[in-house]
């Protein structure tokens, strides 16, 4: 398996919590630095957060920074990503990856709506 399998999107309300979780390869997972994408119809793929392998040092972007958390479990192979007061902004199919992604990395992603 190269594409990670991304998991736990759905439809909620402004304000409430989503937990995504993105299981990938071992060589994937093994990589420098981890991190989660989002993209809308019309717009390119955003980067929303990372974490690094050495350390689990941390990046967000200043749209999810203090909402979001990214997280990573070593002996699951699987990242994931603590989305809490979601607001209809965050809409968006999410997909994980490595930093800097990989086009053949690239799986399904999962679709996150944030109704108001």
């Known amino acids: 398996q190269v594409q990670p399998v991304e998991s736990g999107g759905g439809l909620v309300q402004a304000g409430r919590s989503l937990r995504l979780s993105c299981v990938l390869s071992v060589r994937t997972f093994n990589s420098n630095e981890l991190a989660w994408f989002r993209q809308t119809p019309g717009k390119e793929r955003e980067f929303v957060a990372s974490?690094?392998?050495?350390?689990?040092?941390?990046y967000y972007a200043a749209s999810v920074k203090g909402r979001f958390t990214i997280s990573r479990d070593n002996a699951k192979n699987t990242v994931y990503l603590q989305m809490n007061s979601l607001k209809p902004e965050d809409t968006a199919v999410y997909y994980c990856?490595?930093?800097?992604?990989?086009?053949?990395?690239w799986g399904q992603g999962t679709q996150v709506t944030v109704s108001s």
């Open positions: 990856n490595k930093n800097p992604p990989l086009t053949r990395i």
């Open positions: 974490i690094r392998s050495s350390g689990g040092t941390t």
